[in-house]
DNA sequence: GCTGATAGCCTATCATTGATAGGTTGACGC
DNA sequence: GCGTCAACCTATCAATGATAGGCTATCAGC
């Protein structure tokens, strides 16, 4: 008896999740082409096929469907870090690491604004630190590469957040006003990394 | 009689940007507190003491008072970074313009989003590259400098927006994700502006 | 089978927002 | 005086995020 009622439930709640899914996926494809402030929960709501309020029975708010797309943002950048990071060892690897990070933000510009740029209220009550927590798991990648590098964990942990902190810059300027005249992007990339990275290759 | 026109011309239009300076005047205020999404256009009006239809008497749309104050935002770290480009010379004034720059952004947070995060539709109609023209007069503030030490002027203006995007990543990512677990701030300044600059004191 | 509970969804409706339409008023040139 | 016009108002829109309350099909338990 215990047994039906669980298989009941999981089955239920698999239809739960798949409709969550389903309406990650949708609002993932509207803000890829729209923006995170160009989709409204009516234009989810019609392409998953629901009505708009049904939307509020899998998410307690707007915000919330956001920072779900922020954390798959996360996923997608780790994946391309690890990958890099499974590849290749010391400076090198910080180097094409941080190349891996440019290269996310530019090809999948509306992940990297929800990830880094968005104005979620990320103190909120909603499962908001888990985009803090996603955020932290994909930091640590670039901090670990920098503690095979750097021996004190400290000074590690230092350089990390510094480089990542000149690399969004890089990134983030390039997709908020990109209407400013840049010098030509490859060279830019090229020399903002060479700056970065220019105390490890004394 | 023409002159009499003319004044009584130039008088009513002195009145009109009389109550355009008091409706930004207000607005600057509101943004400095609630920030560019927290503050309604009847707030703005309510402010001034006029109706919030009144307000598109001296501005098309929303967006066209953000525009304006992202030049006066722009006008402010001018100002700033004038003040310290007079005042030294060669690598250290490099060092404190980037100083600078980054304590503008800490300082005057919603002066900075407005100027250099803020999503406003830079290529629209209404004035907008007024605030590009803005950020571009702010902007050749640094670049100067670094053609004072670095002879080739493309090597110049590649080494100034390398560092400004390098700066900007610092203050934005402080201000977006405060809740990340950063360094010492002033340990992470330091040694940013250490990173950013080393190349110039080898 | 029948039945009561419940998950999942719907329609109807809010309050708030930016923006527009159209009328009123008061100053000013003639 | 009188037309003109700028500045402003009230009334109203459409769009948006969010809530209230009701319908229905599924399913455990008898």
């Known amino acids: 008896m215990r047994e039906k009622v669980e298989i009941a439930a999981s089955a239920s709640q698999r239809r739960a999740v798949d409709r969550r899914e ?25 392409a998953v096929g629901i009505s708009q309020p049904s939307l509020y029975a ?20 780790e994946r391309r870090l690890r990958k890099v990071d499974a590849a290749m060892q010391g400076a090198e690897r910080l180097r094409e690491l941080c190349r891996a990070y440019i290269d996310f ?39 670990n590469a920098y503690g095979q590098v750097i021996a004190d964990p400290d000074a590690a942990e230092l350089a990390a957040q510094t480089v990542w902190a000149g690399m969004h810059g890089l990134v983030s ?26 105390q490890m290759e004394p």
Request: glycine content about 8%; aromatic content about 8%; some cysteine.
């Open 173 to 198: 300027i390039l997709l908020t006003r990109p209407e400013f005249p840049f010098v030509e992007r490859s060279r830019l990339i090229s020399a903002h990394l060479d700056l970065l990275l220019g």
């Open 58 to 77: 899998h998410f307690p708010n707007r915000d919330a469907i956001a920072v779900e797309l922020c954390i798959r943002a996360f996923g997608s950048l």
């Open 105 to 143: 933000g530019l090809e999948e510009p509306a992940a990297y604004r929800v990830a880094f740029m968005a104005d979620i209220a990320m103190d909120e009550v909603s499962g908001t630190h888990r985009g803090l927590e996603a955020g932290l798991a994909t930091f640590s990648i670039l901090r």
């Open 22 to 46: 389903q309406i990650l996926d949708e609002a993932q494809h509207l803000f890829l082409r729209h923006g995170l402030d160009g989709v409204t929960t009516r234009q989810i709501a019609q």
